[in-house]
């Protein structure tokens, strides 16, 4: 079984930058699509995006496109989201989860398992 947790959030200032990291437990970490997801209060919980297995390709809601960048490194385990110029409704509790083996990305968060325990991201106005 592949575990995830998620770090790296935080309160920070509209137009500022955090870095999510998405830390996986588990030999096949690299076999999986990873996504990551927000819940904002009183909202249903939310695709953001998905990489692929290898990396090579990813997935973005369009509110984060040319802001939010996904990468991974199956070296490592993790898988990171960098997001920049951050706004106030990116304001969530931000989990990643994972496809079932071998699965593509999609954006419905019920096809996804493994979910962490989420991580907060707060941005001011």
């Known amino acids: 079984q592949v575990q995830l947790v998620e770090s790296g959030g935080g309160l920070v200032q509209a137009g500022g930058s955090l870095r999510l990291s998405c830390a996986a437990s588990g030999r096949t970490f690299s076999s999986y699509t990873i996504g990551w997801f927000r819940q904002a209060p009183g909202k249903e919980r939310e695709f953001v995006v998905a990489i692929s297995s290898s990396g090579a390709n990813t997935y973005y809601t369009d509110s984060v496109k040319g802001r939010f960048t996904i990468s991974r490194d199956n070296t490592k385990n993790t898988v990171y989201l960098q997001m920049n110029s951050l706004k106030p409704e990116d304001t969530a509790v931000y989990y990643c989860?994972?496809?079932?083996?071998?699965?593509?990305?999609?954006?419905?968060?019920?096809?996804?398992?493994?979910w962490g325990q989420g991580t907060q991201v707060t941005v001011s106005s």
């Open positions: 989860a994972r496809r079932l083996f071998a699965a593509a990305a999609n954006s419905r968060p019920e096809d996804y398992v493994g």
